[in-house]
């Protein structure tokens, strides 16, 4: 931060201080508070005590340089000769027999080329103050703003008049700008312009360089705020980077088990799988043989339904489908018959009745009814994996009455000479 700025809010501070009535109290609070900082961190308090000091006359220049608390002589040289590059390399040998730099160069003006006057103004300008003595410098001096370079100096403040006292100070341009050219000349970057008779004063002291032509004062902190600035950027890019690179690590301890997991619930899919068609290949046939009724339990049903004047010469049953042939005395009741069936239902006769001796010819056609699955063919959750014993030994079917064994055994097709239904029986 330049010496400007830190000059601008130590101004603002105490204008802010004298509204709120405190500005004693903020003068020993600033004080008290630059014994705690170190002093290789405080800024000189005025930069004459660093630069090497010329007082020019007509015909010398005189360096001066601050040892031991004093200004003193260090070096001298002549100005009156016509050879501007040798003036410029016995100068430059001068500053380096010095151990000073270019820029550790100042300019000392003797009393009679200034004017100085003790002003007293409204403690409201403060803020303000260098734009008053301006447009006031015709008021207060014999000269108009643009002939001179002025500087000033607060040396007292009434709180309870409501004053502020002013040491204003002027000088011709064209004497500093004759002093500054020659300096330019010879090499030198002027920091200052100060009186000879303030060297004594304690700084800070009055500066009548023009403002444009000061360089900007070099902060003693400026490496040390270039080195916050740069911890600053490298802590906001750990906090960007930190968090993605331990997510990062996090995801590839997990990869191992989110394979393994996959892997795992895989095999147990396929297993799934695999249970659930074994258990469909096993409960197949049996559902298709709960579903579908057994012959035996046709021929039961047939015989039942029949009356006694009535044989059965062909019997065919085709998938869901019973088709009988045969004679009897009445076949308008036959379909009524069928209808009271618990296994067989929609019958109908597939041809003509025929007349014969003693009866009618018929051909009649019923459907078989499926059985109502049970529960164990009803679920459709997985069941129970089936043993190897039970794969192997499908469970016997009932074993039918002596009346079924004797129709089982007898063939599905009846042959073709008449018999009647009393020695079917």
């Given at each position: 931060m330049s010496a400007s700025k830190i000059e601008t809010y130590r101004k603002q501070l105490q204008s802010f201080a004298r509204k709120i009535g405190a500005d004693r109290f903020f003068l020993w609070w600033l004080k008290e508070l630059s014994t705690f900082v170190p002093a290789w961190m405080r800024a000189p308090e005025d930069q004459s005590d660093r630069t090497i000091l010329l007082e020019l006359d007509a015909s010398t220049v005189v360096l001066k340089q601050l040892?031991?608390?004093?200004?003193?002589?260090?070096?001298?040289?002549?100005?009156?000769?016509?050879?501007?590059?040798?003036?410029?390399?016995?100068?430059?040998?001068?500053?380096?027999?010095?151990?000073?730099?270019?820029?550790?160069?100042?300019?000392?003006?003797?009393?009679?080329?200034?004017?100085?006057?003790?002003?007293?103004?409204?403690?409201?300008?403060?803020?303000?103050?260098?734009?008053?003595?301006?447009?006031?410098?015709?008021?207060?001096?014999?000269?108009?703003?643009?002939?001179?370079?002025?500087?000033?100096?607060?040396?007292?403040?009434?709180?309870?008049?409501?004053?502020?006292?002013?040491?204003?100070?002027?000088?011709?341009?064209?004497?500093?700008?004759?002093?500054?050219?020659?300096?330019?000349?010879?090499?030198?970057?002027?920091?200052?312009?100060?009186?000879?008779?303030?060297?004594?004063?304690?700084?800070?002291?009055?500066?009548?360089?023009?403002?444009?032509?000061?360089?900007?004062?070099?902060?003693?902190?400026?490496?040390?705020?270039?080195?916050?600035?740069?911890?600053?950027?490298?802590?906001?890019?750990?906090?960007?980077?930190?968090?993605?690179?331990?997510?990062?690590?996090?995801?590839?301890?997990?990869?191992?088990?989110?394979?393994?997991?996959?892997?795992?619930?895989?095999?147990?899919?396929?297993?799934?799988?695999?249970?659930?068609?074994?258990?469909?290949?096993?409960?197949?046939?049996?559902?298709?043989?709960?579903?579908?009724p057994v012959m035996v339990a046709a021929l039961d049903e047939l015989t039942r339904l029949l009356p006694d004047d009535t044989w059965v010469q062909q019997l065919d049953i085709k998938g869901d489908e019973l088709q009988i042939q045969g004679e009897t005395a009445s076949s308008s009741q036959l379909v009524g018959l069928f209808e009271q069936s618990r296994i067989l239902r929609d019958a109908s006769f597939k041809s003509p009745l025929t007349k014969v001796q003693g009866g009618e010819r018929f051909q009649l056609a019923a459907g078989v009814k499926p059985l109502p699955p049970p529960d164990a063919v009803k679920a459709k959750s997985p069941q129970p994996p089936v043993s190897s014993a039970q794969t192997a030994v499908p469970p016997a079917p009932p074993s039918p009455p002596a009346s079924e064994s004797k129709a089982k055994a007898a063939p599905a097709t009846v042959p073709s000479p008449q018999t009647p239904m009393e020695q079917k029986r």
């Open positions: 040892r031991q608390g004093k200004w003193q002589e260090a070096a001298r040289m002549e100005c009156n000769g016509n050879d501007p590059a040798g003036q410029r390399s016995a100068f430059l040998a001068l500053l380096k027999k010095l151990d000073k730099r270019p820029d550790e160069v100042g300019i000392l003006l003797a009393k009679e080329h200034t004017l100085s006057k003790c002003l007293n103004l409204p403690l409201a300008v403060e803020e303000n103050l260098a734009q008053v003595l301006g447009f006031e410098m015709d008021r207060n001096t014999p000269f108009k703003s643009d002939q001179v370079y002025f500087d000033y100096r607060i040396t007292g403040r009434d709180m309870k008049l409501g004053q502020l006292e002013v040491q204003m100070v002027v000088a011709p341009r064209p004497v500093v700008d004759e002093m500054l050219a020659w300096a330019g000349r010879c090499g030198a970057s002027v920091q200052g312009v100060w009186l000879a008779d303030e060297l004594s004063m304690a700084p800070p002291r009055t500066n009548l360089l023009p403002l444009a032509s000061r360089a900007p004062e070099k902060s003693p902190l400026r490496h040390v705020n270039l080195a916050l600035a740069a911890l600053a950027g490298v802590l906001l890019i750990a906090a960007l980077i930190v968090p993605v690179w331990q997510k990062r690590e996090l995801i590839i301890r997990l990869m191992p088990l989110a394979d393994r997991a996959r892997q795992q619930a895989e095999a147990t899919e396929a297993l799934h799988r695999e249970l659930d068609r074994q258990v469909a290949e096993y409960n197949h046939l049996l559902e298709k043989k709960q579903v579908s």
